[in-house]
């Protein structure tokens, strides 16, 4: 089980705008391209597991469409209008918005589920590929996350001693052409340590903050420090949000392709999950969350 961010789905250009839901005892409509969209409601946590989806417009998947709807606040119709197709091209996170279960040994970031219990948490990069000015990017997000917190401690360490691993590696197989990252908790016997790693795709350029001005979400051209803060705000057992200003928003919108400032909405989030797990203290837990970004196309290099 993994948690994937996901290039959005180009929706086919047979899939119309303008056609009605099924009605009762009347032959279901079949539409060129909506398996893949249904594949991609089977994923957020939409619509119910099937071996084989079809171009067939069913009442479940209409009753997913809507559901879908009423979760980002678009107008509930029941069919793929413009502004529902809109959304699902957009990049987002791959952490399912709903209906997914927490199950070791490996599963999603999930909130309620703190995987960590200890106050001073470290993190590291792996030695010698991360440029300094990327390494600066990360930790101006682990200080904006710390300083929300009041109380967690996030500092830089040697890689091998850290409790959060930053990395860029090389990824050869594509798993999916939507696809340009993974991540999830494991926990490892026999001890059941959780550990987790951050790592980024090593053949691909991510934009820096002095590169706003290069952002593309057409061009998958993403900002690194933007993505690092949604990223961390799982390791630290929050769900996503669908109010736009959010961090943890799932989906870079247009408007917002750079959004690294902490919402009250995320702040409040955060300072509720530490009361949470200060309530529930049971020792010294190591942390971490697995996390794989691979783009095709992006700033810079090393």
């Known amino acids: ?70 979760t980002f606040n678009l107008q509930v119709t029941g069919h793929l209008n413009d502004e529902t197709l809109q959304l699902i091209s957009l990049p987002r996170c791959a952490v399912p918005d709903m209906n997914f279960t927490y199950n070791f040994p490996e599963a999603w970031p999930k909130a309620g589920n703190q995987w ?99 952002l593309s979400w057409e061009n998958d051209v993403l900002d690194l420090e933007s993505v690092t803060m949604h990223e961390i705000g799982h390791v630290l057992g929050l769900d996503h949000s669908f109010l736009h200003e959010s961090v943890m928003y799932p989906y870079i919108l247009p408007s917002q392709q750079r959004k690294i400032q902490l919402s009250n909405f995320d702040k409040n989030n955060i300072l509720q999950q530490n009361i949470e797990s200060n309530s529930d203290y049971r020792g010294s837990w190591r942390v971490l969350v697995i996390t794989t970004l691979s783009l095709g196309f992006c700033i810079w290099c090393f």
């Open 116 to 214: 960590f219990q200890k106050i001073n948490l470290t993190y590291g990069f792996l030695p010698t590929n991360i440029p300094a000015n990327a390494t600066k990017a990360f930790g101006q997000a682990f200080t904006r996350w710390a300083n929300a917190t009041g109380r967690l401690n996030l500092t830089q360490t040697n890689y091998d001693d850290a409790d959060i691993k930053v990395g860029f590696y090389n990824f050869n197989d594509v798993v999916d052409a939507y696809v340009f990252g993974v991540s999830f908790i494991r926990e490892e016997p026999p001890f059941n340590v959780k550990t987790a790693e951050i790592r980024l795709n090593g053949n691909i350029y991510w934009a820096l903050p002095s590169e706003n001005n290069s």
């Open 1 to 70: 089980m993994v948690s994937k961010w996901f290039r959005g789905i180009k929706p086919p250009k047979r899939i119309k705008n303008n056609f009605s839901p099924p009605q009762q005892n009347q032959p279901l409509n079949q539409i060129e391209g909506l398996s893949r969209i249904k594949e991609y409601f089977y994923k957020f946590g939409y619509l119910q597991f099937s071996e084989t989806f079809n171009d067939f417009l069913d009442q479940q998947t209409v009753s997913a469409i809507e559901t879908y709807q009423q």
